[in-house]
């Protein structure tokens, strides 16, 4: 059974940091290709930032030299580093594994940027 669960969010003062984490289970996380994706309520769910096995990164214009994602294999987690956050960065969160042409998604984590 293949779970992702995120974690990190919360409330945080614009200008601010956070890190967000996503533990996989149940997949060969080293050859998993993992995302990073946030949705707010009424909008379609978005890409911040994905890294593939060979640790190639790409990123959206708006996460571009404020995000950073990563990834520990023998931890079999993915992290995003948020910085200089902003009140628009606001929205839920969620961890994307890509293996064997299927999509998992994690339950998603919220974060809350204040103005």
């Known amino acids: 059974q293949v779970q992702l669960v995120e974690s990190g969010g919360g409330l945080v003062q614009a200008g601010g940091s956070l890190k967000l984490s996503c533990a996989a289970s149940?997949?060969?996380?080293?050859?998993?290709?993992m995302g990073w994706y946030r949705q707010t309520p009424g909008k379609q769910r978005e890409l911040v930032a994905t890294?593939?096995?060979?640790?190639?990164?790409t990123y959206a214009e708006s996460a571009k030299g404020r995000f950073t994602i990563s990834r520990d294999n023998p931890k079999n987690t993915v992290y995003l580093q948020l910085n200089d956050l902003k009140p628009e960065d606001t929205a839920v969160y969620y961890c994307?594994?890509?293996?064997?042409?299927?999509?998992?998604w994690g339950q998603g984590t919220g974060v809350t940027v204040s103005s």
């Open positions: 994307s594994a890509g293996i064997f042409s299927r999509t998992y």
């Open positions: 149940g997949i060969i996380f080293s050859v998993a290709a």
């Open positions: 890294i593939t096995p060979n640790f190639g990164t």
